[in-house]
């Protein structure tokens, strides 16, 4: 789904206004930590307090509302760029400005059980993922065994 930039205005001011905002997921490239229909609640990013392994939400250059998790910052032409990556993705997404970033995840709805980014099931698959690579690739293999022809487009939201 493409978001252009009044609309990214609005759900920044949304967010600033109430603390936090509650999107539904879709897509698979955080599955199984994000999976389709999930509501996942984002509270405003600050850059101070993001760690590796929190899951960002950004819009993209091609317009797209993206949540991937954060691997690492790095400085281009002097500036700061965050370098994310779905956990079923083989490869990082291009380097995202700290401009582009609307919020960080904080809480999963699934069910109506929630997950908190906190919770150690969460710390615990993040670590898997960060320190596995090899994880991608299997789960990659996984969904596209589980549904050849789905579309990993527009992840997740």
Not at 52 to 73: N, T
Not at 122 to 143: D, T
């Amino acid at each position: 789904m493409q978001f252009n930039k009044d609309t990214v205005d609005l759900l920044i001011k949304t967010m600033q206004k109430y603390g936090w905002m509650d999107l539904p997921s879709y897509g698979t490239s955080m599955y199984p930590f994000i999976q389709k229909g999930n509501i996942c609640r984002f509270v405003e990013f600050n850059e101070k307090t993001v760690k590796k392994g929190d899951v960002l939400l950004y819009h993209s250059e091609s317009g797209q509302l993206i949540a991937h998790r954060f691997l690492r910052k790095k400085q281009i032409n002097n500036q700061p760029y965050y370098v994310l990556k779905g956990d079923t993705n083989l490869c990082s997404d291009e380097p995202v400005r700290q401009e582009q970033i609307i919020g960080k995840l904080v809480t999963i709805n699934r069910l109506n059980k929630k997950i908190y980014n906190d919770d150690y099931t969460a710390i615990l698959w993040s670590n898997l993922i960060l320190s596995f690579p090899l994880m991608s690739k299997v789960l990659s293999a996984y969904l596209s065994f589980k549904a050849p022809n789905r579309t990993r487009s527009g992840v997740p939201l």
